[in-house]
């Protein structure tokens, strides 16, 4: 402007004129840079904390998932609680938090995770157990009080998956001193936790686990193998998220050939079939492909000795 005004003093108009055409158009950059929301701050485990967790944004809903009519009013009734806690705080009251999930390999329970942190808006933080466990004397213990200060000082969805690693019985005759120490020092912090974070540890083997862990839940959420109906759910949510709206299969077929499968096999399922047709030009997804692709699953399934649910 000084520089335009200068010009414009000693003669110059036409130089003043396109040097203020210039700083106008600059001002109306700006000002539209101004109308963009400034980018939300994302926090990132740093030191110690960045080998015990890994950090997540889900924008995953439980629509998206197919879920039993229990378990969808167990899910809905927590997120009632969370989402209205202020109410019940109010009144000397605390919201469900501590949930212990259990059931089959593939039924949908890391995916709660990262639902639950969808539908609250909130980071999902994943707990790497095995950098937990070390063979040190007291330092899994130490490295869980941080993970549980981390708790309190950031708000969020922390899972624990596979957590029978970490919470199998004092009673089983393979354990050891450390592991029972550790145990102890995991359910005092459990009972301890009076942060505002939620807490999902996921397990395949509720066997393992020490009964005392059970009664440090607020819930348990049962999963299962899904059902015909839930089946036929899972399979037309993956085929349409791709555009391919009411797939025309033989579903009498389709439904048969798929009992026994997880909710993780039947989106591979779906998604080997839409690669196949992707690659043959095809717009629609054939019966023969899809029963071809759930036949092989379940050959992989019993060439490997596997049974339902049990991996």
């Known amino acids: 402007m000084q520089i335009a005004a200068h010009e414009a003093k000693i003669g110059h108009s036409d130089v003043a004129s396109d040097l203020k055409k210039l700083i106008d158009k600059g001002k109306g950059k700006e000002k539209g840079k101004s109308q963009i929301s400034p980018p939300t701050p994302i926090f990132q485990p740093s030191g110690e904390l960045e080998a015990l967790l890994s950090t997540s944004f889900p924008k995953l809903n439980f629509s998206k998932m197919a879920l039993p009519d229990s378990l969808k009013n167990k899910i809905n009734r927590i997120l009632n609680e969370l989402r209205n806690s202020h109410k019940l705080t109010k009144v000397g009251l605390a919201p469900r938090r501590k949930f212990l999930i259990m059931g089959p390999p593939g039924t949908g329970k890391t995916m709660t995770a990262s639902a639950l942190a969808g539908e609250l808006k909130l980071p999902l933080f994943s707990i790497r157990l095995d950098a937990i466990m070390t063979k040190f004397m007291g330092e899994a213990g130490a490295k869980l009080r941080i993970v549980f200060q981390e708790l309190k000082r950031n708000r969020g969805v922390y899972l624990f998956d596979e957590f029978d690693s970490i919470g199998s019985s004092r009673a089983m005759s393979n354990d050891v001193g450390e592991m029972r120490r550790t145990l102890n020092t995991l359910l005092q912090l459990i009972d301890e936790d009076d942060s505002k974070s939620v807490i ?42 791709f555009g391919h709206d009411a797939p025309q299969l033989d579903w009498e077929q389709v439904l048969m050939k798929s009992e026994g499968l997880s909710q993780a096999e039947l989106t591979r399922v779906c998604e080997d079939t839409l690669k196949e047709a992707v690659l043959n030009n095809s717009s629609e997804i054939q019966t023969d492909s899809f029963i071809q692709h759930l036949e092989e699953k379940q050959a992989f399934r019993s060439g490997h000795g596997w049974e339902a649910g049990n991996v």
């Open 200 to 241: 999902l540890c996921a397990t395949n083997y509720p066997e393992l686990l020490d009964k005392a862990l059970f009664r440090r839940f607020d819930d348990i959420l049962n999963y299962a193998l899904p059902s015909k109906t839930e089946r036929r759910i899972i399979i037309e949510n993956v085929l349409t998220s």
